[in-house]
């Protein structure tokens, strides 16, 4: 069963437009969501987060947008550049009542290529 | 600069073999995880660890087990390797802060099971 679900599986973006990577959660539980980014060779590296007390959180170019009722969120990429060209993937955190462990669920991954 | 260290970047193995995947962080962090990444799939977590000598199973434990026995020291092993295990296998750990101030991830092992 997947709790995250992530769309595309695959995006193609100019330089200079606009990526949206897409994430929609089952697990009310849910109350933490980051953004992790992954290039070749590499694990995966924090990108940006969010709390569910928030609709919006914008770091430079990115920003994360959260709809708690429809239980979405999504990633918005301005002005993309050809570094950008990544695996992003969201994730979830599902506090555990062990009192400091949490665990990440993650989506699918969205691959991105920014052509020039 | 390198934080969380997978022993091995590429790994064949026979079917039936054990096989041990070792990750070591040098962060004084609480948590450890190992993910296994495949295409399609996303990062799906085998197991965790909060501390030492403590163990919980993630989503998709069958097949493997886990040791830590230092706070420092995650291992992963697999009992009988299976073609079905052929995969990137990711380490991570995080301070016990519910994750909050990130996972930092292994650079991964691939693993081939023949």
């Known amino acids: 069963q997947q709790q995250v679900k992530q769309s595309p599986q695959s995006l193609i973006v100019q330089k200079g437009g606009i990526s949206i990577i897409n994430c929609a959660y089952e697990?009310?539980?849910?109350?933490?969501f980051p953004w992790y980014q992954q290039f070749p060779g590499k694990g995966p590296a924090l990108l940006i987060a969010?709390?569910?007390?928030?609709s919006e959180k914008k770091e430079g170019r990115f920003t994360i947008s959260f709809n708690k009722s429809a239980k979405q969120f999504s990633l918005h990429i301005m002005d993309s550049q050809p570094g950008d060209s990544a695996t992003y993937f969201c994730?979830?955190?599902?506090?555990?009542?062990?009192?400091?462990?949490?665990?990440?669920?993650f989506g699918t991954g969205t691959r991105l290529q920014v052509t020039l | 600069d390198v934080k969380v260290t997978q022993s091995s970047r590429y790994l064949v193995k026979r079917t039936g073999e054990k096989v041990f995947l070792e990750c070591v962080q040098d962060?004084?962090?609480?948590?450890m995880f190992w993910y296994r990444q495949d295409p399609g799939l996303g990062l799906r977590l085998i197991y965790f660890?909060?501390?030492?000598?403590?163990?919980e199973k993630g989503d998709i434990p069958e097949g493997y087990s886990v040791s830590r026995e230092k706070k420092e020291r995650f291992s992963l092993i697999l009992e009988s390797a299976s073609t079905n295990q052929t995969s990137m296998y990711l380490c991570?750990?995080?301070?016990?802060?519910?994750?909050?101030?990130?996972?930092?991830f292994g650079s991964g092992t691939r693993l081939t099971v023949v």
């Open positions: 991570a750990s995080s301070f016990g802060d519910r994750g909050l101030r990130g996972y930092t």
């Open positions: 697990n009310t539980a849910f109350d933490y």
């Open positions: 969010i709390r569910p007390d928030v």
């Open positions: 994730a979830a955190t599902d506090f555990i009542n062990t009192g400091t462990a949490s665990k990440l669920t």
């Open positions: 962060m004084d962090h609480e948590n």
């Open positions: 660890s909060y501390d030492v000598k403590m163990k």
